[in-house]
């Protein structure tokens, strides 16, 4: 079965500077996607940034942008410029690309202090 | 564009009591659909998820159950709640395709068994 782990349960990062937070997952799937979400205070899960497995480049959404390293299995995001509503819990996830379900990292949360 | 609902938005029931949560989507057509725990700062479990009407999939044996009575309405229930039922439960719902990338979350509910 596919695990997801995220080996920091807390990061915290000042405001303006760059953080990266950790992902590593295991599978024997060669073609899958893999996720980054947000969840604030409010608890609602937002989608943050996506990468498919065929991509070698490596996706970016304005300020968040992540290092995909599939010999690896490793799947990081780099969060620059950080701002005070970056605060909040994140979660990596992966999908086989066969299959209809995701699974989900512990999360990592991040303070962002002013 | 796509919305999903979830209520209530909290509940609080005492052990042994039966429970019913909805989830429908708005905006699209034979979604797949994904009922997650999240207990207090931890991760996402997935419970259950559905390709289409009638069609439940279940990852994790316990004492509650999912229906799909209608294509973007999915129900988790349970006939008596445990105390360690409480927690925080989010749908979710993704493009019927397996093409299609990432989920997309409802607002929650929060639920306390007493």
């Known amino acids: 079965a596919q695990t997801v782990t995220q080996s920091q349960p807390e990061m915290s990062v000042q405001e303006a500077e760059t953080v990266t937070l950790s992902c590593t997952y295991d599978?024997?799937?060669?073609?899958?996607?893999l996720f980054w979400y947000k969840q604030p205070p409010s608890r609602q899960m937002i989608l943050v940034i996506r990468q498919e497995a065929y991509k070698q480049q490596n996706a970016t959404e304005n300020r968040f942008s992540v290092n995909f390293q599939k010999a690896a299995k490793s799947f990081s995001l780099k969060i620059s410029d950080s701002q005070l509503g970056d605060a909040a819990m994140y979660f990596c996830a992966y999908r086989s690309a066969g299959n209809n379900d995701m699974r989900f990292g512990a999360g990592t949360r991040l303070t962002v202090k002013p | 564009s796509q919305t999903i609902h979830q209520w209530p938005a909290t509940l609080v029931q005492p052990v042994g009591s039966p429970l019913s949560l909805e989830c429908t989507v708005e905006?699209?057509?034979?979604?797949?659909l994904y009922w997650y725990r999240q207990a207090a700062g931890r991760g996402l479990q997935l419970l259950f998820y559905?390709?289409?009407?009638?069609?439940i999939s279940s990852e994790v044996p316990q004492n509650l159950s999912a229906s799909r009575p209608q294509d973007r309405q999915f129900i988790l229930s349970s006939k008596k709640l445990l105390l360690s039922d409480s927690g925080f439960y989010l749908c979710?719902?993704?493009?019927?395709?397996?093409?299609?990338?990432?989920?997309?979350f409802g607002p929650g509910t929060r639920l306390t068994v007493t």
């Open positions: 905006g699209t057509s034979n979604p797949n």
């Open positions: 559905s390709v289409g009407i009638g069609q």
């Open positions: 599978t024997s799937e060669s073609d899958y996607y």
């Open positions: 979710a719902w993704r493009g019927g395709r397996l093409s299609s990338y990432e989920q997309y």
